[in-house]
């Protein structure tokens, strides 16, 4: 029988764990807190447990973390992970540091199987889904290497991470069964403590499955948005064609529903000539405050687009992406450029390419469709094709 990782499990699971192992369920609390609040893998060392539940576990369970294959650390403080995932496959994690914060992105798929054309972990294709541990051991091993290292902490009192992004490789809500246990231990006081504002679920947009997330566990939601049209949008995000944006926009709605304070953090990869002029960006106003049925409260965050070998796109101007935010600021709607932080380490959004055994060949079908994407012109002002001699920007 394979050892049990108890990384796998959130607090209740844990305890039930404890339970087939015939000890008390509370005992899981104080195995948890060892785990996850001290970062202690060696049974032995968990001296208020009974000396019994020690050597039990020490037979059949494991604090198995993931091999860490790299790190690399960023002339801007941000750090990156290479973690082994078995199979060929390697997942990516970043840390990046602020004034008042400490982030971490965190993978949920070893690849991704949602094809986006503008990012290089779908160009890879997908693998398989990360467990509960794996998506979790990222967390574990970023916040205890840092406390080891002494780094300082953030407004997060003890801990070193105060933020946790499901921005790395993958689509967290297609491998949903995972994320739930994995965001619980973040969330839970004797795990990480994150408060759910703190920690952050990104989508492309899987509409049943922020209706689940809603019910489960409503933690702050972003959806990747990028384009305002049906039209545009089912060239970016192929998601779209499945689930155009009404549906996406009423999914959105109904999860402020359960979390009435919050707003939906919209995504936006300002992509050269194919999604980024003044129409487009009054196009979303319409779309997101105008138009009753899918009016909502919302943030964007305008992302510059971060360049990988044969994208055949570039990012937009600095101008172009500044102007683009006025039309929504001016529509009243908060919104923000996104930094990019670790660019000499290739740690930025889109760009984490880890390593990955594509089972689903999508590595071919994406290199079937013709590339780079043609967009036609669809609005006013909207240029077709992509402009690949215009400057690549970057906010760093
Ligand atoms: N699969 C989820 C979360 C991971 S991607 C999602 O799509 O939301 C995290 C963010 O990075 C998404 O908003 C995604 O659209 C964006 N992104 C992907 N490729 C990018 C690139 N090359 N440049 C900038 N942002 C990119
Ligand atoms: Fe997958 Fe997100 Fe990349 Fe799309 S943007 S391919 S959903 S990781």
Redesign the pocket.
Same mark, same amino acid.
């Given at each position: 029988m394979t050892a049990a990782n108890l990384l796998d499990f959130d607090l209740d699971g844990l305890g039930a764990y404890c339970e087939q192992l015939g000890e008390k369920r509370f005992r899981a609390t104080q195995l948890f807190q060892w785990i996850h609040q001290r970062g202690v893998t060696d049974f032995a060392a968990m001296h208020d447990l009974a000396k019994s539940l020690r050597g039990k576990l020490a037979e059949v369970a494991t604090v198995q973390p993931m091999e860490v294959v790299s790190e690399q650390v960023s002339a801007d403080g941000t750090i990156k992970w290479l973690f082994d995932v078995g199979g060929g496959n390697a997942i990516e994690t970043v840390f990046i540091p602020e004034d008042d914060r400490a982030t971490l992105?965190v993978s949920?798929q070893a690849g991704?199987a949602?094809g986006?054309s503008?990012? =290089? @972990? *779908?160009r890879q294709g997908f693998s398989r889904n990360l467990s509960t541990g794996e998506i979790v051991g990222q967390l574990w091993h970023a916040e205890h290497a840092l406390r080891r290292r002494g780094v300082a902490s953030s407004s997060a009192g003890e801990r070193v991470i105060s933020n946790v992004?499901?921005? *790395?490789?993958?689509?967290?809500?297609q491998n949903y069964s995972a994320l739930l246990p994995a965001l619980r231990v973040m969330l839970d006081d004797h795990g990480y403590g994150l408060s759910r504002r703190r920690v952050t679920v #990104? @989508? #492309?947009?899987m509409v049943r499955m922020i209706e689940r997330l809603r019910e489960d566990c409503p933690v702050a939601l972003?959806? =990747?948005l990028?384009a305002p049209t049906d039209a545009l949008r089912d060239e970016l995000?192929p998601l779209n064609r499945k689930h155009p944006l009404d549906q996406l926009l009423r999914a959105c709605r109904r999860y402020l529903e359960r979390a009435p304070r919050d707003f939906i953090t919209f995504?936006?990869?300002m992509l050269d000539a194919v999604n980024d002029s003044l129409d487009h960006a009054r196009q979303l106003v319409a779309l997101v405050r105008d138009e009753p049925a899918t009016r909502i409260a919302c943030k964007f965050?305008l992302?510059?687009?971060?360049?990988?070998p044969q #994208?055949g796109?570039s990012?937009s101007p600095r101008e172009r992406v500044l102007a683009f935010a006025d039309v929504l600021r001016e529509a009243g709607i908060v919104t923000t450029v996104?930094k990019t932080r670790g660019d000499d380490i290739a740690a930025?959004?889109?760009?984490?390419a880890g390593e990955v055994q594509d089972r689903t060949r999508a590595r071919d079908r994406l290199a079937r469709r013709s590339m780079p994407i043609q967009i036609l012109p669809l609005v006013a002002g909207a240029r077709a094709g992509t402009a690949a001699s215009a400057g690549q920007e970057k906010t760093t």
């Open positions: 992105c949920s991704c949602m986006c503008f990012c =290089s @972990t *779908g992004v499901m921005m *790395g490789m993958g689509e967290p809500l #990104s @989508t #492309s947009g972003a959806v =990747s990028h995000v995504e936006y990869c965050n992302i510059p687009f971060n360049p990988f #994208s796109l990012g996104r930025a959004c889109g760009q984490l």
